[in-house]
């Protein structure tokens, strides 16, 4: 009997329509099977009831790729619903490229990808010589381009290709909770543009066509790379021309990174740099529609530029700090113009990540969040609205993810496998190794401000002062945890370890004098649980308007996982009632840092996810 050849779909419960494909034996793009992905991607996107499309493959293969006699009926992938592929087995040639069409994808282990175009003396044709390079970097797309070199989907999901890689029994993870968790992420992006009493009063943004930016180091340069990318006019201030040039090669220098990545034209870096004023007094600020402090984490330094930028700029000027933990109502307790200031923190590097965090006070007017929300649109940001604390809700939350991975350290477990354990959950960078690239100054700077905000649940630990005592602060100066040299990888450093004994008879924790044994679930459940028990604050105290804001700012600005659906999603899934009571037993073993909040005892109790609404206490 002939195998089926065609195009099929399914509609759950869930919302979510699952197109398979099928056309044995490697279910190649034939002409029947390009008009019926057309046709049902089309009724997909059609139907009120799909919330979200998986796109896959029957028989554990995604697709071989396109029938070399129908190149020319290839036809454009385009849905307006969340469309992910479920990769197995298979995806080469037109399979990939239907694949990298795609909003995300997801594969099984050892599963095959390339582009082996060149091979029949043709190349890709479906999009993959443009969405390759972007997905995986330039220098690696031309090589599987060019050589019609496949790689493992283990190796796509290291490169950015693939991003999620699942061990477990694939297509009843991808119908489930991946499915709903990228869905979840998809529409909570949506919902953080609406903003009440901002978004739905009547108000438009008012256009920001010059733009000051104090201070010309990492963040500032980035800051203003960002601008200049969207055609934004932007004076850039430092105290001296020595720091001034710095600034100015710094932003030169992000401008021209992007071109060597393939992602800007040499004309169009041209002419982003030709809009970059340089200044080192506030001449040029007379008639700018927006300032952007971005200078050390000083409150005595942030309090005299928001005075003189106050006398010095026009009345309608938005007078905005990139500050990441200090109180804006500190910052500003010495002007008059308390209904202009708000904070506009970006993460670092500040031209590539997305999530810009929108901080008001009780006096920041709703024009002035409107406008500084249509902004971070313009330079193509997710900007989310949260309220005036310490850290705000991104920084806030994940103070304590540091902090349990250096108690699991000085409880005896080696910080390498903590970093492996956490990456092989689905963020980018371990807890140490995150230390390592923002610097370690950084953390120590910023210690002080949150012991006297948070202090009674913090875990004090001397292997950062240690780290830096021994000359490790990082990436910057090639040592930290790890050695970064130029063109490699990071290394792991076993010298390091020396520091951390020190660090484990200073704190003396280890049980007995002997380190503990953990499971690799434990080791996730020691460092997220207490993340999770500080979002459960966040929300009680209304820092957020919505909990999905805080999954959209964890997964655009801690690289949290989307398709575990940002933190407070996953702890839903987890389940609010395990997580309180891991959390209680940890806090009896290892003390405060564990203790589970009030919210999080309260939603447990009584059988509520942490993400259902309650009675409004917001701060917005």
Known sequence: MAKKIGVTMEVGNDG???????????????????????????????????????LTGNGGRFSGGFDINVFQQVHKTDSRKPLVAAVEGLALGGGLELAMACHARVAAPKAQLGLPELTLGIIPGFGGTQRLPRLVGLEKGANMILLSKSISSEEGHKLGLIDALEAEVFKQLVLSDTAKALVHVFFAQRATSKVPKVTDVGLKPRPMKKVAVIGGGLMGSGIATALLLSNIRVVLKEINSEYLLKGIKSVEANL???????????????????????????????????????????????????????????????????TSTIDLNVIGEKTNSKDRIVGAHFFSPAHLMTLLEIVRTENTSAQVILDLMALGKAIKKVPVVVGNCIGFAVNRTFFP?????????????????????????????????????????????????????????????????????????????????????????????????????????LTNIMPGGKPISVTDKEIVEMILFPVVNEACRVLDEGVVIRASDLDVASVLGMSFPSYRGGLLFWADTVGPKYIYERLKRLSETYGGFFKPSRYLEERATKGMLLSEPKPSRSRL
């Open 256 to 322: 021209k990174g992007l071109v060597s990545r393939g992602k800007l034209t040499q004309d169009k870096a041209g002419k982003a740099f030709s809009l970059l004023k340089g200044v080192v007094d506030y001449t040029e600020f007379k008639d700018v529609d927006m300032v952007i402090e971005a200078v050390i984490e000083n409150i005595q330094l942030k309090q005299k530029i928001f005075k003189e930028i106050e006398e010095v700029c026009p009345p309608h000027c938005i007078l905005a700090s990139n």
């Open 401 to 505: 993810y540091s902090q349990a991975a250096h108690m699991l350290v000085n409880l005896g477990v080696d910080l390498f496998r903590v970093d492996s354990v956490i990456t092989s959950f689905g963020l980018p960078l371990g807890p140490f190794q995150l230390g390592d690239l923002a610097g370690h100054g950084i953390g120590i700077a910023v210690k002080d401000i949150y012991a006297k905000a948070y202090g009674d649940r913090m875990f004090s630990s001397p292997l950062t002062e240690l780290l830096l005592k021994s000359g490790r602060n990082g990436k910057i100066n090639g040592r930290g945890y790890y050695i970064y040299e130029k063109g490699s990888k990071p290394k792991p450093d076993s010298s390091v370890l020396s520091v951390v004994e020190e660090s484990r008879k």
């Open 16 to 54: 979510v329509a699952v197109i398979t494909i099928s056309n044995p034996p490697v279910n190649s793009l034939a002409s029947q099977i390009i008009s019926g992905l057309k046709e049902k991607l089309q009724e997909a996107n059609q139907r009120s009831d799909v919330k979200a499309i998986v």
